[in-house]
């Protein structure tokens, strides 16, 4: 069945999923086996060396994970996609495959916590140099880029003050200094923006959020060249963070009503980001999709939809006054995680940035009193309803 032609809310149904994988079935088996067996050693070793479909071992690739990549991989427009255990599994996968000692990495200070911790921590180990730029000063980003870079790492929107990023100004100026140029799209989805026709290189997300969208799932995937993908691939079997087949499956079975979901978050969303930014309680409202948000009209550019993801702060603007806030909420859980059916809410302090220290936080614009909410698919009377008692209280 070919999918380059059909739309995005069919992908999400049929895409990866065309040849029957198992005596007929509809849906897409499990398949939990380990390693796949051959008769045939001639055969065996043509699958061993990729000159023929098929699998070997588990932690390399399985059937039920290859469906699971190929539905995002069209969703993305790519020419592959490979997936690893989590999001961070996917990230940090990307990024050591790419850098060696005395290479240069170009990002900005909005990346999430952990990617953050991987620029900070991990990588300055290894002699590899970081620089991490004001998420929306494109010129500094760009003045950075011509100094020397293997990797121009990007995240848009940015996790938690859904800051937006010119990704086709930005990966041009990647791609002209030679960089290979990398973007996180958890937060948009691939429903809402489609990094590499915008330029980019490779496109990833930790699919744990709104691609599985149920909270019941980890995973991580990329999406870019073949020739690219693969080596990420080659790193990813190495160093064993692959992807569960049942996480896969959930994974799979959530992509199915993506499309759905999202377009009932973008337009939830919008209502909420409204209702807040004219509460007399809170502060200030970051979401894309409000005229008055300064990354508004990139948005408008590169997202056909702002999303489900936004952030506020309150009108008192110290911890205790979240403390206060969050449990009176009625229909959010406060949790440690995004993009799930049910709205959820938490303090980055808690959350993306619980690794970072308040100073940190401070110094990357991260009020105290922010809460990070990801819209669910409720009714949206019932959660502006219920921010409203809260607020009040
Ligand atoms: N990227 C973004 C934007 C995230 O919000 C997160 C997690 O919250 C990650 C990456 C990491 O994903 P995971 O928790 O699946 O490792």
Redesign the pocket.
Known sequence: MATNTINKGTQCVWSGEEEYLMQGATQVPVVHSVSFGYKDMDEWQQVALGQKPGHIYGRNTNPTVAVFEDKIRQLEGAQAATSAS????I?SSALFTFLSPGDRVVSVKDT?G??NKIFQEFLPRFNIKVALCDTTDHEAIEQEIVKGCKVLYL?SPT?PTVKVIDIARLAKAGKDAGAIVIV?N??ATPINQNPINLGVDLVLH????FLGGHADA???VICGTKELVKQVYHFREINGATLHPMAAYFLLRGMKTLELRIERQNKSAMKIAQFLESHPEVGQVFYPGLESNPGHDIAKKQMTGFGGMMSFKLREDDFDAVRRFLPKLKFAHAAA??GAVETIVGPPATT?HVECTREERAAMGIPESLIRYSTGIENVEDLIGDLDQALRQ
Do not use: H, P, Q, R
């Open positions: 989590t999001g961070m599994g990230i999430y952990g990617t995240e996790n996180d958890t937060f930790s699919a744990t959020k980890l995973g991580g995680n995004l993306s």
